[in-house]
């Protein structure tokens, strides 16, 4: 089991910036891709950012291409999500998560197996 725990969430204006953590721990041996996503109210959860952990490779929504980069500290087992240029529409619970499933770099939730509780992220206009 790989337990996955997040950071860095909270309120910001739009214009503004914040960088998520999330923290893999129990057995993270296989691991394939560690992926951001996020699900606002009354709305479906989506994909935001996937990152391989073994090799080179990102994939971002459409939504948050320039403004979101995923990166990672294999020495830590952290992966982060830095977010600028914040928008309101960018409020929403993300989530951070964990997949050994090859064909994981994609905003498919079904490709991941092990998932974060989820911090909050509020951005007021």
């Known amino acids: 089991q790989t337990q996955l725990l997040e950071s860095g969430g909270g309120s910001v204006q739009a214009g503004g910036s914040l960088r998520l953590s999330c923290t893999a721990s129990?057995?993270?041996?296989?691991?394939?891709?560690m992926g951001w996503f996020r699900q606002a109210p009354g709305k479906e959860r989506e994909g935001v950012a996937t990152?391989?952990?073994?090799?080179?490779?990102?994939y971002y929504a459409d939504s948050v291409k320039g403004r979101f980069t995923i990166s990672q500290d294999n020495a830590k087992n952290t992966f982060y999500l830095q977010m600028s240029s914040l928008k309101p529409e960018d409020t929403a619970m993300y989530s951070c998560?964990?997949?050994?499933?090859?064909?994981?770099?994609?905003?498919?939730?079904?490709?991941?197996?092990?998932w974060g509780q989820g911090t909050q992220v509020t951005v007021s206009s």
């Open positions: 990152i391989y952990t073994w090799r080179i490779g990102t």
């Open positions: 129990g057995y993270t041996y296989g691991t394939v891709c």
């Open positions: 998560a964990a997949s050994r499933r090859f064909g994981c770099l994609t905003a498919d939730e079904a490709k991941y197996d092990y």
